[in-house]
């Protein structure tokens, strides 16, 4: 069983950054491949990022691409995302995921069998 707990989340200002993590338990972080999700109040969840087990492949979506990075640091057991030039638009609860395998990418929620609680991300304009 995999446990996922996000932290970091918080109140910023549109341009700042802010750097959000996902502390894995029950798996080695290499074995599986991660993933970012985000859902804005009365919106569907949405895929943010995603990463393989060992971190060669990252997969975006468009409307973060070029602002934010997901990564892993294997020495702590976690997998990042620093948000860069946050919008208001960007606002969401952010949720990470794990998938069962550690490859491919992938984007889609059905794709991923972990999920963490979730962490509320609030940019002001």
């Known amino acids: 069983q995999v446990q996922l707990v996000e932290s970091g989340g918080g109140l910023v200002k549109a341009g700042d950054s802010l ?10 972080l290499g074995s599986v491949a991660m993933g970012w999700f985000r859902q804005a109040p ?3 969840r949405e895929f943010v990022a995603s990463i ?3 971190g060669a492949t990252t997969l975006y979506a468009d409307s973060v691409k070029g602002r934010f990075i997901i ?8 997998i990042d995302l620093q948000m860069n030039t946050l919008r208001s638009d960007d606002t969401a ?13 992938a984007r889609t929620e059905a794709e991923f069998r972990y999920w963490g609680q979730g962490t509320q991300v609030t940019v002001s304009s």
């Open 19 to 28: 750097r959000i993590s996902c502390t894995v338990s029950g798996r080695t």
């Open 52 to 54: 393989t087990g060992l």
């Open 93 to 105: 609860v952010y949720y990470c995921a794990a998938r069962a395998v550690q490859f491919p990418v």
């Open 71 to 78: 990564s892993r640091e294997s020495s702590k057991n976690t």
């Open 42 to 44: 009365g919106r569907e």
